[in-house]
Every structure is written in structure tokens, then in C-alpha cells.
Antibody
Framework: EVQLVESGGGLVQPGGSLRLSCEASEFTFSSYGMNWVRQAPGKGLEWVSYISSSGNTKYYADSVKGRFTISRDNAKNSLYLQMSSLRDEDTAVYYC??????????????WGQGTLVTVSS | DIQMTQSPSTLSASVGDRVTITCRASQSISNWLTWYQQKPGKAPKLLIYRASNLQSGVPSRFSGGGSGTEFTLTISSLQPDDFATYYCRNYNTYFGMFGQGTKVEVK
């Protein structure tokens, strides 16, 4: 069974930084694009960032561009989201979600359980 | 960016009811449309892809339709496990947006 397990969430002050991780198992991680999706408390889903299987292609939502960096380590079956200059509005549960093979666009067929990031002084 | 608008925002229904949720795209997305179900405190679950294809393991009471700019998710006979929030999302680009969600609640 495909598994995605996020970690790294927590309480951080505005302007601070945090690094989220997503560890994948039971599938060939290096073959799939991956995404981060977030959900503010009581709100809907917001796509945050995408990375292709090789790591060569990356995209970001306008709301995080220039502040967040997505990366991956295929040898460690891990996806990362480096978040800096955090704002109150970045408070959310952050999910990693699997995309398609290579750089193809596909439905998000597997999701992690999410990790909560709270930005507050 | 292509905007996705769902209606209604909240739907009150009873077990056994037939329910339909609508998702409209601000421009044509062909059939690059997915539907997700989310329960409180849980990750979203993929129900439908390519507008009308049922994801493996999803009950056949769920169905999707439409193309272009207007899409529907129908639950033919609502079951207790189906009370949840449903989201559409376009995936014709990497930047595909989610609809704002439709909460299906007990009438």
C-alpha cells in the first residue's frame, strides 16, 4: 500500500522558517511527480507547489512564490518544502500528494495525512 | 488562472437521496476534472478522474459527468458514509485550482 508520511510541522513566529518532509514508501518514488497542497483551518484546499520526478521542473502558487522551495531526494524517497518569511496566512495543514509519472499531469491519487503549520507570535 | 466554482456550498440531504454537485470552470478544461471527498481531520480521497472515470475502490453510486466548463458529481443513493465535503479540481495544468468545496450534511 502506497504511503506518504509528512513531518516537520509546528509553531513558528511570523517571518520564521520551517522545513516540511514527506517520506514515501511502497512505490517507485523516483518515477513520480509530487505536490504540496495546504488547507487553512476551516477552509478549502489550495495547491502550493509541484516538482517533477527528476526534480528539474518546479512550480509554485503565486501566494508562496519566492518564499517556499520544493525539493526532493530520490535516494531517500523524500519530498521537502522549505518555507521562509512565513506569514499568518500560511497557517494550514500541509499535505503531500502524488502526481503522475515523470512530468505528466495526473490526478492526485495518494495523499499523506498532513502536518500542521501554525504561524503565530 | 482558471477559476473553479462549485454549487451549492452546502447541501442538506437524507440517506437514500440522490444528490448532485455542480462544478463550473471559468474556461474550457475539456475533461481534465477530478472530484475528491474529504472527511473532517482526514486527507482528501480521489473519487473521479477525467470527469467521469471512477477511481478504483470507489462505490458505483458515485458518478461524474460533463465536459468543457460544466461538470457534475452525482451520488445516486446517499449513504451514511457519504456525509463529507467534496471538491472539484481541474488538472489541465500543474497549477490546477480546487473549487471552494460542497459540504453534504444531514438534513
Amino acid at each position: 500500500e502506497v504511503q506518504l508520511v509528512e513531518s516537520g510541522g509546528g509553531l513558528v513566529q511570523p517571518g520564521g522558517s520551517l522545513r516540511l518532509s514527506c517520506e514515501a514508501s511502497e512505490f517507485t518514488f523516483s518515477s513520480y511527480g509530487m505536490n504540496w497542497v495546504r488547507q487553512a483551518p476551516g477552509k478549502g484546499l489550495e495547491w502550493v507547489s509541484y516538482i517533477s520526478s527528476s526534480g528539474n521542473t518546479k512550480y509554485y502558487a503565486d501566494s508562496v512564490k519566492g518564499r517556499f522551495t520544493i525539493s526532493r531526494d530520490n535516494a531517500k524517497n523524500s519530498l521537502y518544502l522549505q518555507m521562509s518569511s512565513l506569514r499568518d496566512e500560511d497557517t494550514a495543514v500541509y499535505y503531500c500528494a502524488r502526481d503522475g509519472l515523470g512530468a505528466t499531469i495526473s490526478p492526485f491519487d495518494y495523499w499523506g495525512q498532513g502536518t500542521l503549520v501554525t504561524v503565530s507570535s | 488562472d482558471i477559476q473553479m466554482t462549485q454549487s451549492p456550498s452546502t447541501l442538506s440531504a437524507s440517506v437514500g437521496d440522490r444528490v448532485t454537485i455542480t462544478c463550473r470552470a471559468s474556461q474550457s478544461i475539456s475533461n481534465w476534472l477530478t472530484w475528491y471527498q474529504q472527511k473532517p481531520g482526514k486527507a482528501p480521497k480521489l473519487l473521479i478522474y477525467r470527469a467521469s472515470n471512477l477511481q478504483s475502490g470507489v462505490p458505483s453510486r458515485f458518478s461524474g459527468g460533463g465536459s468543457g466548463t460544466e461538470f457534475t458529481l452525482t451520488i445516486s443513493s446517499l449513504q451514511p458514509d457519504d456525509f463529507a465535503t467534496y471538491y472539484c479540481r481541474n488538472y489541465n495544468t500543474y497549477f490546477g485550482m480546487f473549487g471552494q468545496g460542497t459540504k453534504v450534511e444531514v438534513k
